[in-house]
């Protein structure tokens, strides 16, 4: 260890992009200073890190260049902290599928929730929902075929998959709530529904994702500024 | 060497996304098989192979499951021959930054271009060309710093992003002549246009990239599908 108390973490607690690398901190039992940042006025220190999007997370590591964007700096701690629950698979192919569906959760299923938030009426909300669950039961598959019998898409313990997936899991809930409907459900989704149960009480996760009340807050914002 | 053989590439000429695994293929001298697919006719290999996005590139390795997307694509490539000219550099900050800039070209700078091509009349389009200039300028800092006095954003050898923007040079080649301006310049990019030359004329490249009839069809089809 010994670089642990080197790093720091710019983030704000509602985001599961922050909460994918504070997941994997945990994860490797790394110590890391979380900067809290306030999105509506936002650091001297954000802002000259990630000069180009201005977002969260950034992480800084020995005060060497910021790395941004959740899923790099995912992999760079990944890298760097490789011998501690190493959470990308060790075979070139495996990596390649754990890339895919990291990428199709960001680009192509988040995208629907906020499509959901946007989309007005009750009809129109169903058609997105219907969407949403043909996206559920493709993850479901991918489920199927990634743990192989076992407990999480890493197989027998937390993934790559794991943790994009799992950060998002308080949102689904919030969302599931705030609809009156499941996203994940015993008959389109009976092994994703145990997976989020028992992500949901993985140690390393739960100190990494807040309370209904911080999201309540957040949606309530964005509700406010995208419309 | 010896697994050469056993790699098919489903491509289309004019997609810079199937030139960057054409690109890497080369540098690494690895021999493989191009499937040519026509897009207004996606055969059943494609469709099987990608059911998620029907998109080219499609690498199938020694009758393995496929692998999608051309990021993922050539960082699997340079993972299985990673001693025959790496494209990533092996610090794990390097490579995070490498990762940084490749995804901003995808999904910023690219997209401008989309806009340009879909944005009517002069006076809009010269709205988004002033967006292009910023972003251009950016890069050239990113070429400044990366390169660091030498040839390639690799340094001496061509890199990840290198690879990634160097493939889409006949468009932006193609763009230029259309619009009548330029996209790198001696006062604003005079670093990248040097680049420009120096990539343009690699043997490596010059396999992989077509002509510019093929892209004036290709152009002239996303005109008609997408107005």
Not at 6 to 25: C, D, W
Not at 61 to 71: V, W
Request: glycine share 4%.
């Amino acid at each position: 260890m010994g670089k642990s108390c080197e790093i720091k973490l710019l983030g704000t607690a509602p985001s599961h992009f922050v909460n994918r690398v504070q997941f994997v901190l945990n994860l490797k039992s790394i110590e890391y200073e979380f900067i809290d940042e306030n999105l509506n006025c936002k650091s001297e220190l954000l802002l000259t890190s990630n000069p180009v999007h201005k977002k969260v997370p950034v992480l800084i590591h020995a005060n060497k260049p910021p790395i941004l964007e959740s899923l790099i700096i995912i992999e760079y701690l990944d890298e760097v902290y490789h011998d501690i629950h190493p959470i990308l698979p060790s075979d070139p192919l495996e990596r390649a599928h754990n890339r895919f569906w990291a990428n199709y959760i960001d680009t192509k299923y988040f995208p629907l929730f906020e499509e959901l938030r946007r989309t007005p009426g009750i009809e129109g909300k169903k058609e997105v929902k219907k969407q949403l669950d043909e996206a559920s039961e493709l993850l479901e598959e991918v489920f199927v075929k990634s743990s192989n019998g076992k407990a999480y898409f890493g197989g027998d313990d937390v993934g790559y998959i794991d943790v994009v997936l799992g950060c998002f899991l308080a949102w689904i809930k919030f969302v599931e709530k705030l609809n009156k409907f499941k996203i994940f459900d015993e008959v389109r989704t009976p092994k994703l529904l145990e997976w989020t149960n028992r992500i949901w009480s993985h140690e390393a996760l739960k100190d990494a994702i807040c309370g209904s009340e911080a999201l309540t807050n957040h949606y309530a914002m964005l509700q406010i500024k995208k419309p």
